[in-house]
């Protein structure tokens, strides 16, 4: 049972056009299979970074610090800033407001969820923005700047402050007793 050449031609061709097609088909599955993985990863990568926020604001030294951004707004409501800049007050009351900034920059990134961070900070967030705005404009003031360097943090406070102020807000709060 000899086969001819061009026989042999026609059943290596289709051997090789079905592995050509049984290979494309791999290739399909393997960038479905690596699509599945990067979204897996990014889901974790949010998630660590999510109960990073949360590990930092269960430590007491997140609670000292809120207080003293509070005090330090209430001290200074007349706009009595003599002697603030530079202090060691004032760098830590900054540093403070940084870590909402970076939250803002991490939510507008997509890197953390806006409605997990609206759900889980909405309060904080909105109360020390109002805490920290009349700082946030001295120190525009002191630095000659009419960028905010705290956009992120007011654009945080901001979406937050609508998200508890929308009427889907009050259907998320259980009431006790009911």
Known sequence: MALSVPEITFILSAISSAAVIAGAFFIVLQLRQNARLIEATLAQNRNDAAFNILERLTQDTWARRRKQLHDVSAQRKSGDWEGYFGTLED????????QYELIGQFVREGIIDLDLITHMLAYLIVSDWLAFRPISEYLNTRFETKANPWIHFQWLAEKCRHHLDSPEHEEEVPVIGS
């Not at 760098?91 to 940084?98: G, H, L, T």
């Open 91 to 98: 760098f830590e009351v900054r540093n403070f407001a940084y």
